[in-house]
């Protein structure tokens, strides 16, 4: 069953990539990136790992080998951080468009300004709409595990998409926790040889990204539009096929905790749902209905999975660790998201909030998940918005406050009157 070791978020997702035996690999340092670039660099250099590394000038360099390598019918590896995810925007789409099953890992960090290097989802969700697979790990653990799945689902004839891997830098990436490596006998029965849906043959030769008649581009697109609607059904069944080898079992698109009689649900994704988890697991302790949901898939967006998950509850926060400039409801991306989700059942007395944090880096406290807390539960006992736009008659919880939080988050939602001296 393989060994436990301490292990960062990306020296296990350098093991991951070593078991899934890796044929090429494009590399150019970053932070955190450069953890797993310099872990892969060893493997190779001490003979544990038989691939090739290609040192890139830029990350839109970087991407395009990666491209190239795919096309050529190699299992391929990349990844990259904050800015440097955006430098290699370009390449992202023609990526996907030609069905090409690359995977970057993504640990992620904030965009310029400010620079501070501290993790933040922007980086990743700005790429959100490019055709690719993408989720984020909570620990190191599953940042391996990802790893190995996304490559068993991208790679599946009837999706054959490329994945976005997602960690949270410093959160994720560089501090340490007990990871279970799998045996490599393990791996090959989960994730047999790449075997590509086309690959480039000089004996007969084919056009790749050529100009064509606008009549051309809808069914591409519709193409890749299907494939990502049926990545839902094979994500399920490669964490169905994943828990019966390795006996680690996962909510293949969205994670519920202690949400089945939950009058108010907090929605997370990545490191910060540990915080988060602790804090639900607490309140329960007091009597308070409170529970979680953890979208551990990003794209496809859950949104049937989501809407039956928060099905009797009264209020739903969603909790952004990304900034979304001018964006729909003032909050993140994952908001809109959610929003979305679950309109298309019908809002009904549902109550939706949102809560924008933990951005450049700053930890997200569990005094800050308890105010969270404070903020869904008051919602949910004054009770639903009635037509007249007045709250129904209920019970008056207190809020915590803290002088500092307007420096570490902001409240996108339209707070009464009392509610906004955050």
Same mark, same amino acid.
């Given at each position: 069953?393989?060994?436990?070791?301490?292990?960062?978020?990306?020296?296990?997702?350098?093991?991951?990539?070593?078991?899934?035996?890796?044929?090429?690999?494009?590399?150019?340092?970053?932070?955190?990136?450069?953890?797993?670039?310099?872990?892969?660099?060893?493997?190779?250099?001490?003979?544990?790992?038989?691939?090739?590394?290609?040192?890139?000038?830029?990350?839109?360099?970087?991407?395009?080998?990666?491209?190239?390598?795919?096309?050529?019918?190699?299992?391929?590896?990349?990844?990259?951080?904050?800015?440097?995810?955006?430098?290699?925007?370009?390449?992202?789409?023609?990526?996907?468009?030609?069905?090409?099953?690359?995977?970057?890992?993504?640990?992620?960090?904030?965009?310029?300004?400010?620079?501070?290097?501290?993790?933040?989802?922007?980086?990743?969700?700005?790429?959100?709409?490019?055709?690719?697979?993408?989720?984020?790990?909570?620990?190191?653990?599953?940042?391996?595990?990802?790893?190995?799945?996304?490559?068993?689902?991208?790679?599946?004839?009837?999706?054959?998409?490329?994945?976005?891997?997602?960690?949270?830098?410093?959160?994720?990436?560089?501090?340490?926790? !007990?990871?279970?490596?799998?045996? $490599?006998? %393990?791996?090959?029965?989960? #994730?047999?040889?790449?075997?590509?849906? +086309? /690959? @480039?043959?000089?004996?007969?030769?084919?056009?790749?990204?050529?100009?064509? !008649?606008?009549?051309?581009?809808? $069914?591409? %697109?519709?193409?890749?539009? #299907?494939?990502?609607?049926?990545?839902? +059904? /094979? @994500?399920?069944?490669?964490?169905?096929?994943?828990?019966?080898?390795?006996?680690?079992?996962?909510?293949?698109?969205?994670?519920?905790?202690?949400?089945?009689?939950?009058?108010?649900?907090?929605?997370?994704?990545?490191?910060?749902?540990?915080?988060?988890?602790?804090?639900?697991?607490?309140?329960?302790?007091?009597?308070?209905?409170?529970?979680?949901?953890?979208?551990?898939?990003?794209?496809?967006?859950?949104?049937?999975?989501?809407?039956?998950?928060?099905?009797?509850?009264?209020?739903?926060?969603?909790?952004?660790?990304?900034?979304?400039?001018?964006?729909?409801?003032?909050?993140?991306?994952?908001?809109?998201?959610?929003?979305?989700?679950?309109?298309?059942?019908?809002?009904?007395?549902?109550?939706?909030?949102?809560?924008?944090?933990?951005?450049?880096?700053?930890?997200?406290?569990?005094?800050?998940?308890?105010?969270?807390?404070?903020?869904?539960?008051?919602?949910?006992?004054?009770?639903?918005?009635?037509?007249?736009?007045?709250?129904?008659?209920?019970?008056?919880?207190?809020?915590?406050?803290?002088?500092?939080?307007?420096?570490?988050?902001?409240?996108?939602?339209?707070?009464?009157?009392?509610?906004?001296?955050?």
């Amino acid at each position: 069953m393989g060994k436990k070791a301490l292990l960062t978020g990306v020296v296990a997702v350098a093991h991951a990539v070593k078991m899934a035996d890796v044929d090429v690999i494009a590399s150019y340092p970053i932070r955190p990136y450069t953890g797993v670039m310099s872990e892969l660099a060893r493997m190779i250099a001490d003979g544990e790992l038989d691939a090739e590394m290609i040192r890139a000038e830029g990350e839109h360099s970087q991407l395009s080998i990666a491209y190239g390598a795919s096309a050529a019918g190699a299992r391929t590896f990349v990844g990259s951080s904050g800015v440097g995810v955006t430098y290699a925007y370009e390449v992202y789409s023609p990526i996907s468009g030609a069905r090409l099953p690359v995977q970057m890992m993504i640990a992620d960090r904030t965009l310029d300004p400010p620079g501070d290097f501290g993790s933040e989802h922007t980086d990743a969700l700005c790429c959100r709409d490019q055709g690719w697979l993408m989720g984020w790990a909570e620990t190191p653990q599953e940042a391996l595990d990802m790893c190995l799945v996304y490559y068993r689902a991208g790679e599946d004839p009837q999706v054959s998409l490329p994945q976005y891997a997602c960690q949270d830098g410093y959160f994720v990436s560089h501090i340490t926790g !007990e990871v279970a490596i799998p045996d $490599p006998a %393990q791996v090959r029965e989960f #994730l047999p040889p790449f075997r590509p849906v +086309r /690959v @480039l043959d000089p004996a007969k030769p084919i056009a790749v990204g050529p100009q064509i !008649e606008p009549s051309m581009g809808p $069914p591409l %697109q519709y193409q890749r539009y #299907l494939a990502m609607q049926e990545s839902r +059904r /094979v @994500l399920t069944e490669a964490y169905e096929e994943f828990a019966g080898i390795f006996g680690r079992r996962y909510a293949p698109l969205v994670e519920a905790f202690l949400a089945d009689d939950a009058e108010v649900l907090l929605v997370t994704s990545g490191a910060h749902t540990a915080t988060a988890r602790n804090v639900v697991q607490k309140l329960r302790g007091l009597g308070e209905k409170i529970g979680l949901l953890k979208l551990r898939s990003i794209r496809p967006f859950p949104d049937r999975e989501l809407a039956a998950a928060c099905d009797g509850a009264k209020v739903v926060g969603v909790l952004d660790n990304d900034a979304a400039f001018g964006i729909s409801g003032g909050g993140g991306v994952l908001y809109t998201e959610v929003c979305t989700a679950l309109q298309g059942g019908g809002l009904g007395d549902r109550e939706l909030l949102g809560f924008v944090a933990g951005l450049g880096g700053e930890v997200i406290s569990r005094e800050e998940f308890y105010w969270m807390a404070q903020v869904m539960l008051d919602r949910a006992r004054r009770g639903p918005v009635a037509a007249s736009g007045k709250r129904e008659s209920g019970g008056d919880a207190g809020l915590m406050a803290r002088e500092n939080w307007k420096k570490t988050f902001w409240l996108p939602f339209d707070m009464e009157a009392g509610e906004g001296a955050a």
